[in-house]
């Protein structure tokens, strides 16, 4: 520890407490001595002294207080010795850290010993410090710690602050008692502990609002290490496993670097709450990242973006340490017999489950071997990974062969050969990204290690986004996929050349923070890569065609309404063939699935599926044929008279209402959609009007309401604002108005977990609310009031609006980019209602914080908006719409 200034000298403690009788003025003198640390130790932090010097000495200063009134209080020849556990044992102490402490008695503290050990923790609680404390006997504490491993783990960290010495070599025989939790005991018992941790943590180190201490790669997964060490290595310090060749030097150098980095974000995020808080929320990173020094460079750069890709990489390097040194562990209590080595090729052996060099210099001699050893994991798959001997090797080759991988023919060829195994492939390039490796071979992938995207709508890491769409391409393979992707496993099959979707899969994100359109600038790595890889240029240039219109599909289906033939006719005109519509409609769906756990929905999955079947119908038609109307209506007409026969009705009588409706309703329906409409409607009476129907599991994917009223103003601000207290999520609104007057009005619904309403209770719940609300005369729509959830807060920005002429349909095109909250859609419902505009299409989509609605909109006399119309409704949604109308601050990117 470097030496602190003399200008910056601690606070002195103040005279010693009287035991005679603890003084109001004694009890605030440590109490004001105690601000005055926090404050010294705040802007010692401020002025830059580092968290690596503080930390410990901040353990070292509340060890002195500790010791200091114990003596007032207690005094040396009680019988008793203090003792710190936990981070306070390993002399760790954060600005808000816990302070765990031991009072050790020779029998359970009685008279004197007793009084002066309750005015002891009075006095700590009356000082502020809230310490945890225990009062035990040496036998005690073995029974407590014979049941539970996380007791003995903190008798590991133990260390006597005050008191009696006499129970040191107790203390000593306790924490070495080979019988209590022998190594391979204890090593199940804090591997068991560990998953339990992480799986309340979605089992990844890359969560947008990480916990530092308890999620995956946080310090927890150091001090499993520092503990592991003690219990199997007899180590007393961690870095000395470097010693006893558990960890190489290189290792115990990342490891230490990466402590450093969750020390420091640790110590600012206590001083910026001002509590006890390890998780990385949102209402801290940017502040954060400010006082850490971290700044904006431009838009796809942000100061946060910065500062939490380095926490990441961090995480990353602990929690890969943490599970190499694991498996470690097991290795080095495996029994002897499980050290048969079998022959795997020529290079490499198999011992029990893992993999190992059979030449140590092989990775050294041989960089392809590097590859080679993955490509060998995946032709194996009951092989589990590597063992430690190759894993170390692999880490010092890499360092040896850093900047020549990537321009080496035999590299090339054995990583094209790994890729052409398709979805076996997978496990491997997970292997190859965990273990440093892809970065090493890929600078550009390295690039996006760690990186975060500061929003909602991408949970994870830049790399770790790609590796889940990669896991998802690989079930394409299996027809279990079919439950989730409707077409997947079907078009999976189709795919002759899967190395091309792989590539393509972990190339389309590979730009990004870097400015500019990530599409475009992926376009060039993945074709450059390819070419090196030596590819066929026609296989080269379908790769960065993918990578460049990754979104195209996503876009399309999401943000326009592919019920529409001339869309789904330019979208296919733009694809061109079906090898490429194949390998777009999976790398989309891989995509989309693999950004947040609550993205993929049975919607998205059959508006996809549409897209991909309707843009397939074009192409194998033929592309110079525009998409024909008239027989497009007849087409579904056709298909739904079929249906509705089945179910008795006449032909006269469905003519009879079908007359009436408009001819949107046949391009934009489905036939089975078509059919129920016209079953519902002609066996209704006319007293039962409004009418409204749900299906719970809808031809599209959701659950589909339908709505059959007199077409009244405000019916659509009625039932949006309906659906939204009853907590239902629009996908998709489509509002059709019949020749006599009568609304046509369907709105796919999911619930609060994106799935379609399955409780018979619930959809008659929510279809008696819809139809009360329509009785009313007026309308009154009434909107929900809910709190805005925290993590939208911090992600509130200006509305986008625009117009747009549609002359194909006679109407006005609104998009709305804007924050996401709850009640938006019936909030711009009503504005629409206010200033007497009529919807007739909505397309709802939100990706995370953001939402993006698509409305087509026409005046009360079904024309498009002028001008003046549109500048009062923009001036209108822009004041509802703006941050401050949902009561919170206006975010912006740049740092303040």
């Not at 107790?170 to 998953?195: F, H, N, S, T, V």
């Not at 090898?579 to 993929?600: Q, V």
């Not at 939100?846 to 003046?868: C, H, K, S, Y």
Request: glycine share 6%; net charge negative.
């Amino acid at each position: 520890m470097s030496a602190i200034p003399a200008r910056t000298a601690l606070p002195r403690l103040p005279a010693a407490v009287p035991r005679s009788g603890i003084s109001p003025e004694a009890r605030l003198a440590l109490r004001q001595w105690l601000g005055d640390v926090d404050r010294w130790f705040a802007e010692a932090f401020r002025d830059g002294v580092s968290a690596d010097e503080l930390v410990p000495l901040r353990a070292e200063t509340l060890q002195r207080l500790l010791r200091h009134i114990w003596i007032a209080i207690v005094g040396e020849a009680a019988g008793a010795a203090l003792y710190a556990v936990g981070g306070f044992g390993r002399g760790e102490q954060f600005p808000r850290s816990d302070i765990d402490l031991l009072v050790l008695v020779e029998a359970p503290p009685q008279g004197s010993l007793a009084r002066s050990l309750e005015t002891l923790f009075t006095c700590l609680w009356d000082f502020g410090l809230k310490p945890g404390h225990a009062v035990r006997t040496l036998e005690q504490c073995r029974e407590l710690a014979a049941q539970d491993a996380s007791v003995y783990t903190s008798l590991l960290d133990g260390r006597r602050l005050a008191g009696s010495e006499r129970f040191d070599p107790g203390w000593a025989a306790l924490r070495e008692d080979a019988d209590l939790w022998p190594p391979a005991a204890y090593l199940a018992a804090k591997r068991a502990e560990q998953e339990q941790r992480h799986a309340r943590y979605n089992d990844t180190a890359y969560n947008l609002e990480p916990n530092l201490k308890d999620g995956p790669g946080g310090l927890r997964s150091l001090h499993v290490i520092a503990w592991l060490g003690q219990r199997l290595f007899g180590v007393a310090d961690w870095r000395e496993l470097a010693a006893q060749e558990v960890l190489s030097g290189a290792e115990i150098t990342a490891i230490d670097a990466a402590r450093s980095v969750l020390w420091r974000t640790r110590f600012a995020l206590h001083l910026l709450a001002r509590r006890l808080e390890d998780r990385l929320l949102f209402d801290y990173q940017r502040e954060l990242a400010r006082r850490l020094g971290y700044e904006d460079e431009h838009a796809d750069n942000l100061g946060v973006e910065q500062f939490m890709q380095d926490y990441f990489r961090a995480a990353m390097t602990l929690e890969r340490a943490n599970a190499a040194f694991l498996q470690r562990c097991d290795e080095a209590l495996a029994a002897p017999a499980l050290f048969a080595a079998e022959p795997v090729g020529e290079q490499f052996v198999a011992i029990g489950e893992r993999l190992d060099l059979r030449d140590p210099e092989l990775f050294l001699r041989r960089p392809a071997a590097l590859i080679e050893i993955f490509v060998a994991l995946a032709e194996n798959p009951a092989l589990k990974g590597l063992r430690a001997n190759a894993l170390a090797r692999l880490q010092s080759a890499l360092e040896l062969h850093a900047d020549s991988l990537r321009d080496d023919p035999a590299v090339q060829a054995a990583f094209l050969r790994l890729l052409r195994l398709g979805a076996a492939a997978v496990p491997a390039l997970a292997r190859m990204s965990r273990h440093g490796l892809l970065a090493q071979y890929l600078p550009a992938f390295g690039k996006v290690v760690g990186r975060m995207q500061y929003d909602l709508f991408h949970v994870y890491t830049v790399d770790e986004h790609t590796l889940r769409v990669l896991r998802n391409v690989a079930r394409f393979a299996d027809a279990a996929a079919s439950c989730e992707f409707a077409l997947g496993h079907e078009v999976y099959q189709r795919v002759a050349r899967p190395e091309l979707l792989l590539l393509a899969a972990l190339f389309h994100d590979i730009a990004k923070g870097r400015g500019g359109d990530h599409s475009e600038l992926g376009e060039i790595e993945a074709r450059a890569f390819c070419y090196r890889l030596g590819l066929p240029a026609s296989e080269a240039e379908l790769v960065a065609w993918l990578v460049r219109w990754h979104l195209l599909m996503s876009v399309t289906a999401q943000r326009q309404d592919i019920t529409d033939p001339d869309i789904v006719h330019r979208f296919a005109v733009q694809v061109g063939e079906w090898e490429r519509l194949d390998l777009l409609y999976l790398l989309t769906c891989a995509d989309i699935a693999g950004t947040s756990p609550k993205l993929w929905n049975s919607w998205k999955d059959r508006l996809l599926a549409d897209l991909y079947v309707a843009a397939r119908y074009v192409l194998r038609a033929g592309l110079e044929r525009p998409p024909q109307t008239a027989a497009q209506v007849a087409e579904c007409q056709e298909q739904a008279r079929e249906i509705l026969r089945a179910d008795g009705l006449q032909d006269a009588e469905v003519s009879a209402l079908w007359a009436d409706f408009p001819e949107q309703a046949f391009l934009r329906y489905h036939p089975e959609q078509v059919a129920w409409q016209t079953r519902l409607i002609l066996a209704a009476d006319a007293a039962e009007l409004p009418l409204v129907a749900i299906q719970s599991d809808g031809v599209r994917g959701g659950s589909e309401i339908f709505v059959y009223a007199e077409d009244r103003d405000g019916l659509f601000a009625t039932v949006a604002a309906t659906l939204d207290r009853l907590n239902l999520s629009v996908q998709e609104a489509r509002i059709l108005t019949t020749a006599s007057g009568m609304s046509l009005d369907t709105f796919l619904v999911l619930d609060a977990q994106g799935r379609a309403l399955a409780d018979a209770e619930r959809v008659e719940r929510v279809r008696r609310e819809i139809a009360r609300a329509l009785v009313q005369q007026p309308y009154r729509p009434q909107l929900a009031k809910r709190p805005l959830a925290r993590p939208l807060r911090h992600f509130q920005t200006a509305p986008r609006i625009a117009f747009r002429a549609d002359s194909a349909s006679g109407r006005t095109q609104l998009s709305l980019v804007c924050s996401d909250r709850p009640g938006l859609l019936a909030v711009v419902a009503l504005a629409l209602r206010e200033h007497r505009i009529r919807i007739h299409d909505a397309r709802i989509a939100t990706f995370g914080e953001r939402a993006e609605d698509f409305f087509q909109i026409t005046d009360q006399n079904d024309r498009p908006l002028g001008a003046d119309a549109e500048q009062a409704l923009l001036q209108a949604l822009q004041t509802r719409l703006a941050p401050d109308a949902a009561g919170i601050a206006k975010e912006h990117h740049a740092s303040t």
